[in-house]
């Protein structure tokens, strides 16, 4: 059976993970991609010994090299810097927009057609800079983050009443960060609007459990953040996008004038199919929603604004 060919750029915790999932539920053959000489080939030979015992028919290969891109149906950048000590965050924000940027680039020029999934973060930014260094359209270009914030939300909802996290539905938009806007009308358990079965101060204390959701994993792991879940949250997407199924999940794309907002992006509903973004899906929300998904695109464009600024203040290296 021939698999489509996916490209996975940096196989770091998260890299190496979506990419030993991809391989597992069958959706493609993966080629993973990293700066560090040897990394992606040896994380590659591995999970190949692995398809004997797990019985997956696709194969993986490792490349440092970018023109290994061609062909690439989907292109999922997880390549970047964690915050070191002494690092403010301006700094994180210019090197891995250095790391994006050019990435953006290359996938233009080797795999023009793919659709370019960004989970390097800070997610928005680098969506919103991937769009403009790739030049491919907007329904082409997205970040990976509402599912997770979604999921956790789910978890925590699923801990809190002792059911099945799978029984808990629940949609989360906005920016991947502080500024997160859960969905209230959107979250049931069992099928019951979670408002029948939690208080609306319980439901704000797992929402702002969902908020710190990667700090409380940061604070466990000390030297790496999550990569299990964020995994997973990439290949749901992945396999909505490769199996055309035309699912409505939170992803991070380009507005122009839906919810009233434009020059941003942000988390909101998408349908997700072959092509990519089939169309933004408009949700009814609370006003108390509306603004704060307001004040989240308020926040991701002077962000926008501060990302011009530090590349300029530091500027690429030439190759
Ligand atoms: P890590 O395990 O450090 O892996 C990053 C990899 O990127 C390393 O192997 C690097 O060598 C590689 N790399 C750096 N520069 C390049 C380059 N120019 N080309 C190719 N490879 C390169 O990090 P991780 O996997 O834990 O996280 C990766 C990114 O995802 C980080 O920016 C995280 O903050 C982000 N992340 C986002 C979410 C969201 O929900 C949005 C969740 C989890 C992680």
Not at 52 to 68: D, I, K, L, Q
Request: glycine share 10%.
């Amino acid at each position: 059976m021939s698999l489509p060919h996916v490209t996975v750029v940096g196989a770091g915790q998260v890299g190496a993970t979506t990419t030993h999932l991809l391989a597992l539920q069958g959706l493609a053959n993966v080629t993973l991609v990293d700066i560090v000489e040897g990394l992606a080939e040896g994380k590659a030979l591995d999970l190949m010994q692995a398809a004997p015992m797990e019985g997956f028919a696709g194969w993986v290969r490792g490349s440092t090299a970018y023109a290994s891109l061609a062909g690439s149906r989907l292109v999922i950048v997880t390549a970047g810097l964690a915050r070191k000590p002494g690092m403010t965050r301006e700094d994180l924000l210019a090197a891995n927009a250095r790391i994006v940027g050019p990435i953006a680039e290359q996938v233009a020029a080797h795999a023009p057609q793919a659709i370019l999934l960004i989970v390097t973060n800070p997610l928005d930014l680098m969506v919103a800079l991937a769009l403009k260094r790739s030049g491919l359209p907007r329904t082409r270009v997205m970040g990976m983050a509402g599912v997770l914030d979604s999921a956790r939300l789910r978890a925590f909802i699923g801990e809190r009443l002792q059911v099945p996290s799978s029984t808990v539905q629940a949609m989360v938009l906005g920016s991947h960060g502080e500024l997160m806007v859960p969905i209230v009308s959107s979250i049931t358990v069992g099928g019951k609007p979670v408002t029948s079965v939690l208080s609306a101060q319980e439901l704000e204390a797992l929402f702002q459990r969902t908020r710190d959701g990667g700090a409380e994993i940061v604070r466990y792991l000390k030297t790496g953040s999550a990569f299990y879940a964020p995994a997973s949250g990439v290949v749901e997407m992945a396999g909505a996008i490769l199996r055309d199924t035309h699912a409505t999940l939170p992803a991070c794309a380009a507005l122009e004038g839906e919810y009233g907002l434009r020059d941003v992006c942000l988390g909101v509903p998408v349908q997700l199919g072959a092509k990519g973004i089939e169309r933004i899906v408009d949700m009814p929300l609370a006003p108390a929603e509306r603004q704060a998904l307001t004040a989240a695109a308020a926040q991701v464009r002077e962000g926008i604004a501060r990302l011009s600024a530090a590349v300029a203040a530091s500027p690429t290296p030439a190759p």
